[in-house]
Each structure stands twice: as C-alpha cells, then as structure tokens.
C-alpha cells in the first residue's frame, strides 16, 4: 500500500468522523448557551426584585417619618404591599433551574431525526441528508476502489467539502426552527 492510498483512506475515514464529533461538541455549546441564557435571566428577574423590595421597604420607612396617624399609613402600606406582591410574582413566574440536568446528545439529535415545525427547516435537513449520503458514498467508494484512491486531492477536498456544508446545514437547520425566531 502507498503512501497515497493510506492518506485517502485515512481522509476517508476521518472526515466522517471528524463532521460528527463537531456536531457533538456544537450540540454542547448549543445547549451550554441555552442554559446559560435561562440562568441569566432568572438572575436578572431576581436582581430586579431585590431592588422592588428594597425600595418598597426604604419608601415605606419614609412613609412612617413623615405619618402622624395610623390612617394615613393605610394607603403606603397597601402601595407597598403591592409592589413586594408584584416582585414576589414575577420571581415565581421566572422559570425554575434545572438540577442535575446533564448535557445528553442524542443520535436523534445528532441526525435532526426529531420533528421539525417549520417547513424551511424541512427542507434544509433533507439537503443535510443528501450530504451525509454523498460522504458516506464516496468514503465508500475510497476504502472499496482502487480508482479513487488514486485521485487523492480531489477526493479529500470531496469530504471535506461535504463535511462542512453537512455541518453548516445542521446548524441552519436547527437554527431555522428554534423559537426564538420569528
């Protein structure tokens, strides 16, 4: 065996598997960032309330200076009230963190084997698809034909090629049917 034949086989068989462990590692980053944006909105919600209450607290400190009477602190003490019930509301509304909650890549993930809600979304993982089956094909095609073992440049730029366009769609797909677009 050449020199050339062990680098398209060694191409062939890495392109592959180079595409799905870059799929792996933007399936974490993906769902770091989508944690990390709850986590931080939750903190904000948290820190707005602490400023809520602590306003409401020193407003109503004011509010007993300057009173004479119990009356008059009837109303102050219904505004403020209110305002620890609406910081106390909007802290329960905030969404809960998840404990425990280990990154888990899933092969159905990994594919884009699960449902799609829109239809540009759709189409873009079949194009994802084809690619898959254009790189299996040819890294096939490599390791079983002495042919395309010959034309090693072509073929390596070939997979890498396709190996990229398959990740680029993965992302655009996944990115065309999150919720945050509109």
């Given at each position: 065996?050449?020199?050339?034949?062990v680098v398209t086989i060694t191409a062939a068989v890495l392109v592959p598997v180079v595409t799905a462990v870059a799929g792996v590692v933007s399936l974490l980053v993906q769902d770091r960032r989508v944690r990390r944006s709850r986590d931080g909105r939750r903190r904000l919600v948290f820190e707005d309330a602490t400023r809520q209450v602590a306003f409401a607290a020193e407003w109503w400190g004011a509010k007993q200076l300057t009173a004479d009477t119990p009356e008059a602190l009837r109303e102050p003490t219904a505004v403020a009230n209110g305002w620890l019930d609406e910081a106390s509301?909007?802290?329960?509304?905030?969404e809960q963190p998840r404990t425990g909650e280990d990154p888990y890549v899933s092969v159905s993930r990994l594919l884009l084997l699960y449902r799609f809600r829109r239809r540009s979304a759709k189409a873009?993982?079949?194009?994802?698809?084809?690619?898959?089956?254009i790189i299996a094909t040819n890294a096939t095609f490599?390791?079983?034909?002495?042919?395309?073992r010959r034309q090693v440049g072509w073929n390596v730029w070939l997979l890498a090629v396709f190996g990229a366009l398959a990740l680029f769609l993965r992302?655009?797909?996944v990115s065309t049917d999150s919720p945050d677009q509109s």
């Open positions: 065996m050449s020199t050339q034949d509301a909007r802290v329960t509304a905030a873009i993982r079949i194009a994802f698809y084809v690619a898959l089956g490599i390791l079983n034909d002495s042919d395309y992302f655009w797909a």
